[in-house]
């Protein structure tokens, strides 16, 4: 296995390494950790070792953190060591124990980097193996994945900087090894239960299978491989699809409606544009079905909302400060890049100062619109060429390029211009001029305030 383990290296790691910068080996104590952690050594690699004490197993995980620091002594290797209480992290994130486990270890190795000179370059090398990577493939296959999810685990993940140098090696062979040349290592009593969800399938489902299929394990991972060459082909054709359809403009991304619905396969191209933003594959109907829903429709994420504007399907932050499109689905209070937007409904009629035109500059600018006439939800959006509406007093319409310019509005200040939208319709400039069609009358029976302050 060393020599096996040498070239596998050297063929693929070795061009990895910096003067000066060693590996940061993250050790457990285990077989698979502590194997690696020799053939290191033996193979002459400059690494570091980082242990993490997560305190699940009383006495047991205190035994695990022992042995690291014995060993890491013993062969003269630098080592951190990190005690948490992960039960009270888990409680307090709301995540599953092994998800905890995982944001804890992968957070303190960054901060590890971050704190440390002689680490700022380093890679992290973990001891995942060929059955690890097995295991993972089916999880997410079971649970439901794309053609990335199938991969399992990858070799080298440049973004976060981590490898994984035992992933051709099966469990066994590993533990073999350490039989073998006598070396020892700390046995997890937690992989025998069958508690969470990657050991059932260690420890039920793959071994089950193996009766019907005995080289099930050696077949998985031949898939894996070819797997991970069909992604790569994957990856090329969805680029070249995702070239045609994506607009960026600043955080957000604009797509023509009408080339995402004749894009094929649709399903699969919907879900490559959305994944990116948060959205989950449960979701990829409802986005389809948003393409043919009319104008200011909209679905979100965590993290983004899609809008369907017209002709086009815009992804945008909810982060209204980081959008130039931002959805108002009622009354209330819209802080935005550029000001803050006060929108409030009321029955008595005020006086309003839409006929105090042209306006001096003023900070804040109250105008009042017929609630009445307003269909939510409305749309705030920076104006854009094409953009035409009734200034209040005309009873025809205008460009509002024409009218920025008769306003004699630098660049800069044009920029800044804002434009409030209700089904397809512009019912306000802000702070400049409302919409004509959208005034108060004699008839109105409640008012929609709009106050802008701008930023």
């Known amino acids: 296995m060393l020599a096996r383990f040498q070239h596998h290296w050297h063929s693929h790691f070795a061009r990895l390494q910096k003067p000066g910068r060693p590996f940061l080996l993250a050790m457990s104590g285990g077989a698979d950790s502590t194997v690696l952690a020799v053939l290191l050594q033996y193979t002459g690699i400059d690494f570091c070792v980082a242990h993490v004490n997560y305190q699940l197993r009383g006495e047991e995980s205190n035994r695990d953190e022992a042995f690291v620091a014995t060993f890491c002594k013993k062969h003269s290797i630098k080592c951190w060591i990190k005690r948490i209480d992960t039960q009270q992290y888990k409680e307090a994130s709301g995540l599953s124990t092994q998800v905890a486990a995982r944001n804890i270890r992968y957070d303190w190795f960054d901060q590890l980097r971050k704190d440390n000179d002689e680490l700022a370059e380093s890679w992290v090398i973990t001891a995942h193996h060929a059955n690890d990577a097995i295991e993972t493939s089916a999880m997410q296959f079971f649970r439901g994945t794309g053609l990335e999810g199938l991969k399992g685990i990858v070799p080298i993940h440049s973004e976060k900087k ?47 299978v193996k009766k019907v299929f005995p080289r099930v394990e050696q077949n998985l991972l031949a898939n894996l491989n070819r797997f991970s060459e069909a992604a790569i082909l994957y990856k090329q054709a969805v680029e070249k699809h995702l070239k045609k359809l994506l607009h960026w403009k600043g955080n957000e991304c604009h797509i023509p409606v009408l080339l995402w619905q004749k894009s094929k396969p649709l399903h699969t191209i919907t879900w490559e544009i959305i994944a990116p933003f948060h959205f989950s594959a449960d979701q990829i109907p409802e986005v389809v079905k948003l393409l043919s829903a009319e104008s200011s429709s909209f679905i979100q994420s965590d993290s983004h909302r899609i809008i369907k504007n017209r002709n086009w399907m815009i992804i945008a932050p909810l982060a209204n400060e980081a959008a130039d499109n931002i959805l108002i689905e009622k009354p209330g209070v819209i802080h935005f890049s550029d000001g803050k937007l006060e929108l409030s409904l009321g029955q008595e009629l005020l006086s309003s100062l839409q006929d105090d035109y042209p306006r001096p500059h003023e900070t804040t600018i109250i105008e009042y619109l017929d609630a009445g006439a307003v269909k939510f939800p409305l749309l705030l959006r920076k104006w854009k060429a094409g953009d035409y509406f009734y200034p209040l007093g005309m009873t025809k319409k205008k460009k509002l390029a024409k009218f920025l310019i008769d306003l004699k509005l630098s660049k800069t200040e044009k920029e800044k211009v804002w434009i409030l939208e209700s089904d397809n319709k512009i019912i306000a400039v802000l702070g400049k001029r409302i919409d004509h069609r959208f005034r108060c009358l004699a008839t109105t029976t409640q008012q929609l305030a709009i106050t802008f302050t701008a930023g």
């Open 162 to 208: 981590i490898i994984r140098p035992l992933l051709p090696y099966f469990r066994e062979e590993i533990e073999e090894f350490a039989f073998h040349n006598s070396i020892e290592f700390v046995k997890d009593s937690s992989n025998d239960t069958d508690d969470y969800t990657r050991n059932f399938f260690r420890n039920q489902l793959l071994p089950s």
